[in-house]
């Protein structure tokens, strides 16, 4: 197959810089989220165990302390 590991990450560019970023397996969604907007990010979507049972949607600066192990993290610059 691809032998790319699914558990790493990876960035792809273009040089600019990535615009948009999805993490997964987010623990700490609301110290992430301070951290990237650290970097430019500001727009923040969490959704916690997606597509299943008991899905949560949490958006800007509401992120709770702490998430589900099924959980992602999109993050935005908003100058994209």
Known sequence: MANVPVAGGFFVSDGN???SR??????RPAALAASLA???YA???LVERMFLPGQQV???D?????????SILYARRLNA
Do not use: A, T, W
């Open 17 to 19: 810089g990535p615009e």
């Open 22 to 27: 999805i993490f997964m397996k987010v623990r």
């Open 38 to 40: 650290k970097e430019g």
């Open 43 to 45: 727009e923040f979507v």
């Open 58 to 60: 949490y958006r800007g």
């Open 62 to 70: 509401d992120l709770p302390e702490e998430s589900d192990y099924f």
